[in-house]
């Protein structure tokens, strides 16, 4: 099997190919079945976790390498150099180092194929101009972390090297304060807990990330029912809707999301994970809200300031739509 793109669209494309004997490092067998790669490259690939054999993510190059079927998530690669675009922005904090902002819903966080412009990226080229850090690629320029497009709320980029690489040394230490607010079809039981799973690429649809029994990241995600929507008027039966605060430990991809739903109570406005339609009154909330998104928002954000050690944290609400949907939600 050749490494041919099996799946190619604006989100990932997928390298199959199969490895008949092992025994070598893995980077060096790797760069054997996927010649288009470089020893460099695939040794990146396997730290960032898109690599797996059979469905198990393998991580060390230097590793002995095992007969079986590896597969590649790539991610997307900007066709062009971002250019800057006097996009509003809302800003929290700024300094010489750093900027933070209430990231609009509906605002990639950098450029990818088929999404070049308007992206966070674009407006802060524009905003900070030359004073953005380069660490992060010609792409992704003061881009430390991300959230999904479609999720609102607090990011902060890095406007020089040294804090870039304070701010990407927080979080691989998991050494940052985060809690997201989700609105969520039904509430997960019980009111309070910790959601502690492995999270990968699911092997049934390789765009989406699922809770795995072996293979993909370690991934914890403490969670507090703050509020219910729609009780049912006999004692013991399941509310509508319910707001839900998230506080992450890891920063696995879609990590909120996927934990929701896999405690049965998915995110309201989720296309991807949603799965299962909310009840009747809770759709009609949701279609006069004008909420045409996950009903997700990073609330509070707070770390360490990487130069001064300042400490800093920084809270917003959610948007209009989630707002209004949830004024809705208590009506019912």
Request: aromatic fraction near 4%; charge should be neutral; charged fraction near 20%.
């Amino acid at each position: 099997m050749s490494d041919e793109p099996l799946i190619e669209d604006d989100d990932v494309t997928v390298l199959e190919a199969r490895l008949e004997a092992g025994g070598a490092r893995l980077d060096k067998a790797l760069t054997e079945i996927f010649p288009t790669l470089s020893r460099a490259r695939l040794q990146s690939l396997l730290v960032e976790g898109v690599v797996s054999r059979d469905g198990q993510t393998v991580s060390s190059g230097s590793a002995k390498a095992q007969p079986g079927l590896y597969t590649i998530l790539l991610p997307p690669v900007a066709s062009a150099t971002p250019a800057p675009e006097a996009i509003p922005l809302t800003v929290l904090f700024e300094d010489a180092d750093l900027i933070v902002v209430d990231k609009a819903a509906g605002m990639a966080a950098h450029p990818a194929p088929g999404c070049e412009t308007g992206t966070l990226v674009n407006a802060l080229l524009a905003h900070c101009g030359t004073s953005l850090s380069g660490i992060g690629g010609v792409a992704r320029p003061g881009i430390v972390h991300r959230l999904d497009k479609d999720t609102s709320g607090v990011m902060v980029a890095a406007k020089s090297d040294r804090a870039h690489a304070g701010l990407s040394a927080l979080f691989a230490a998991h050494d940052i304060e985060r809690t997201y607010l989700a609105l969520t079809r039904g509430a997960p039981s019980p009111e309070r807990g910790r959601i502690e799973t492995l999270i990968g690429r699911s092997s049934s649809d390789r765009k989406k990330m699922a809770v795995l029994r072996s293979g993909g990241r370690n991934a914890i995600t403490d969670y507090v029912v703050q509020r219910l929507y729609g009780l049912p008027a006999k004692a013991g039966g399941a509310p509508m809707a319910a707001r839900v605060a998230c506080t992450l430990h890891t920063g696995r991809t879609h990590q909120i999301r996927v934990h929701l739903a896999s405690k049965g109570a998915p995110i309201l406005g989720d296309a991807v994970y949603g799965s299962g339609s909310p009840t009747a009154p809770v759709r009609a909330a949701i279609a006069e809200s004008g909420l045409t998104r996950q009903a997700l928002h990073a609330a509070v954000l707070g770390f360490a300031h990487p130069v001064t050690g300042e400490p800093l944290r920084f809270e917003t609400a959610p948007p209009r739509d989630m707002a209004t949907l949830e004024r809705l939600l208590a009506e019912l």
